[in-house]
Nanobody, 122 residues
């Protein structure tokens, strides 16, 4: 059974940091483009970052560039999203997804986790 599981979410004060993890079972993540998406209440889901397979090309949305870092650990079959200098507007459910195209179009991703809640508030 192919499965993605996110973890690492929580409540953090503005300016704080969190590291989200995306772990896979049933398949190897390094064969896929791994994307991170988020959805805030009442808003559409938006792409945050992806890391491509092979050349490891990385993309960040403008809203998180310079604050978030995506990395891949093939030995652990996991992808991480280090989030620093968090802002209240980063509050959302964060999802990881696996696909075969290096894009932030969510329709291009075949497998999705259930998400982890990130709340940035004082």
């Amino acid at each position: 059974q192919l499965q993605l599981v996110e973890s690492g979410g929580g409540l953090v004060q503005p300016g704080g940091s969190l590291r989200l993890s995306c772990a896979a079972s049933g398949f190897t993540l390094d064969s896929y483009v791994i994307g991170w998406f988020r959805q805030a209440p009442g808003k559409e889901r938006e792409g945050v970052s992806y890391i491509s397979r092979g050349d490891g090309r990385i993309y960040y949305a403008q809203s998180v560039k310079g604050r978030f870092t995506i990395t891949r650990d093939n030995a652990k079959n996991a992808v991480y999203l280090q989030m620093n200098s968090l802002k209240p507007q980063d509050t959302a459910v964060y999802y990881c997804a696996a696909g075969t195209a290096a894009t932030m179009r969510d329709s291009a991703y075949d497998y999705w986790g259930r998400g982890t809640q990130v709340t940035v508030s004082s």
